[in-house]
Every structure is written in C-alpha cells, then in structure tokens.
C-alpha cells in the first residue's frame, strides 16, 4: 500500500510559478502528475522513472514545467513556471509500482488525492 499527498497548490496569476510536491509512504517506483478539470479525463501531465534518469512530458507543459524526485525524502516535485489560465486544473500525483509508467493513467495503481492549481487571467 503506498500513500501519496500532495501539497503546493494555490491561486496564481498568468505568468507565475507554483511548486507542488507529493510525499509517498512506501515502495515506490515512477511517479507521474496528472490533472483534470470537471467533466473532463485526467490528463497526463509529467512522469520521471524510478531512478530519475528518465522524465517525459505532456507536449503542452514541455518547457514550462520540469518534474523531479528525491529519493532520500521520497518525494516528487513539479515545477511549474510560466502559468497560463488553461493550466487551472486538480494536480494529483501517481505512482507506477510495476515498471509500466508512461502517459496513461492506467499505468499508475496508487493517486493522491489532488490539489488545486487556479491561475487567473
């Protein structure tokens, strides 16, 4: 069983900077951010592998947001710069604990249970 929670999310302006970060309890392997808005699919959004060799990201955060880890702390971080209005979504963060990772959430057995990021125009 492995627990997550997120923590960092708020209110900001086009424009700003939020950093979220996710605490795990337990085994984990790669972790993923997704985020949804209502009525919509959770979105993928970044991953990182276990060993943070290896990230990839949703095309529409690539350059804006960099995804990272620290494994000593058993945390996940998304950086996120450079916001825009359509990036107002819950952030939840995920963990892969069977190597499957990628952009699916499918691939992820474990969420937290989100944060709200509301970045006004």
């Known amino acids: 069983q492995v627990q997550l929670v997120e923590s960092g999310g708020g209110l900001v302006q086009t424009g700003g900077s939020l950093r979220l970060s996710c605490a795990a309890s337990?085994?984990?392997?790669?972790l993923g951010w997704f985020r949804q808005t209502p009525g919509t699919e959770r979105a993928f959004v970044a991953a990182?592998?276990?060993?943070?060799?290896?990230?990839m990201y949703a095309d529409s955060v690539k350059g804006r947001f960099t995804i990272s880890r620290d494994n000593a702390e058993n945390m996940v971080h998304l950086q996120m710069n450079s916001l825009k209005p359509q990036d107002t979504a819950v952030y939840y963060c995920a963990v892969d604990l069977n190597g499957v990772w990628g952009r699916s959430p499918s691939a992820y057995e474990y969420w937290g249970q989100g944060t709200q990021v509301t970045v006004s125009s």
């Open positions: 337990g085994r984990t392997s790669a």
């Open positions: 990182i592998s276990g060993d943070a060799v290896m990230t």
